[in-house]
């Protein structure tokens, strides 16, 4: 069979939260098209819905990708055209979906995307760290042991590291990520972008852990985790100078102890008097 006869599979991104953030040209795909594969029916209904959505919906999750599969392929080959979405944003991204683009793409069938939203990117936009190199880790392993030894491979990166977490680990992850990173390094919490609670908070790893601990509104919701990639060694010497500057502050002027801190930990004196 010629791909001109056959169908076209839609990648198609949808809200992260806020229901009015898809494209027309997503709406106008989603009533064309013969099905909507969804990760969950239910979930993706009401936003049909909204948007006077009536294509059948058929569920592709995690636990039936393999033989949901096959099946949607054959339509395809058959001439119909099928959408793929997730939950929420852009599908693959932490989401189901890699089989059947895959599978799609091996039997000659067009992928086509539809691009929209993305809750890692939406985060990278306003957190304020560097943004020209990043590099998305999706979900840690949600194992305290397992998750730090995967921290620790990345401790040296100096990329923005990007993670997803559940919001009943974001604690012991921050936590783990300021022994692992370093208390001084700069992070973000994106959370519940683009919906009635959303935050966005950047402080110090330290900082950070602490605060969520404490504001347990913190702990809800959809979690996005930024941190920003290791530099030189200037997040390290600014530690110490801040350590060493405490010390001498207890029985030297602020001018001479920021000095004398500075030319012992090389953190730069200016910023060390200036906190």
Same mark, same amino acid.
């Given at each position: 069979?010629? /791909? ?18 898809? +494209? ?14 969804? %990760?969950? *029916? ?12 009536? *294509? $059948?919906?058929?569920?592709?999750? %995690? ?22 979405? +997730? ?34 990117? *939406?985060?990278? +936009? ?27 491979? @990345? ?11 559940? /919001? ?17 390094? %700069? ?11 959303? *935050?966005?908070?950047?402080?110090? @790893? ?9 504001? $347990? ?33 207890? %029985?030297?002027? $602020? ?9 012992? +930990? ?10």
């Amino acid at each position: 069979m010629s /791909s001109k006869q056959m169908g076209c599979l839609w990648v198609v991104a949808t809200p992260i939260g806020h229901r009015d953030d898809i +494209s027309a040209r997503a709406i106008e795909t989603l009533r064309n098209v013969a099905l909507i594969a969804a %990760e969950d *029916t239910r979930h993706s209904r009401p936003l049909m819905l909204q948007h006077n959505v009536s *294509t $059948p919906l058929v569920a592709l999750h %995690e636990h039936n990708e393999r033989e949901a599969v096959a099946a949607i392929v054959r339509r395809l080959e058959q001439g119909e055209s099928v959408a793929l979405i +997730s939950d929420a944003g852009t599908p693959l991204i932490s989401d189901p979906g890699f089989r059947l683009v895959r599978a799609a793409r091996e039997a000659g069938i067009r992928c086509i995307p539809v691009p929209g939203a993305c809750a890692a990117i *939406t985060a990278l +936009s306003v957190a304020g760290l560097p943004s020209d190199r990043f590099v998305f880790e999706g979900f840690l392993p949600p194992k305290s042991a397992a998750r730090r030894s995967r921290l620790e491979e @990345l401790a040296s990166d100096p990329r923005t590291l990007i993670f997803y977490e559940s /919001s009943h680990r974001i604690a012991e992850s921050l936590a783990d990520m300021r022994d692992v990173f370093g208390a001084e390094r %700069e992070a973000v919490l994106a959370r519940e972008l683009t919906k009635m609670f959303e *935050t966005v908070i950047g402080e110090p @790893l330290s900082q950070l852990a602490a605060r969520v601990v404490e504001d $347990p509104n913190q702990q809800r919701g959809e979690c996005v985790v930024l941190v920003a990639g290791r530099g030189d060694d200037t997040d390290a010497k600014l530690a110490e100078g801040r350590r060493v500057f405490a010390i001498l502050r207890e %029985e030297l002027p $602020p001018a001479k102890a920021a000095k004398l801190a500075a030319a012992i +930990s090389g953190a730069p004196r200016k910023q060390l008097y200036q906190e």
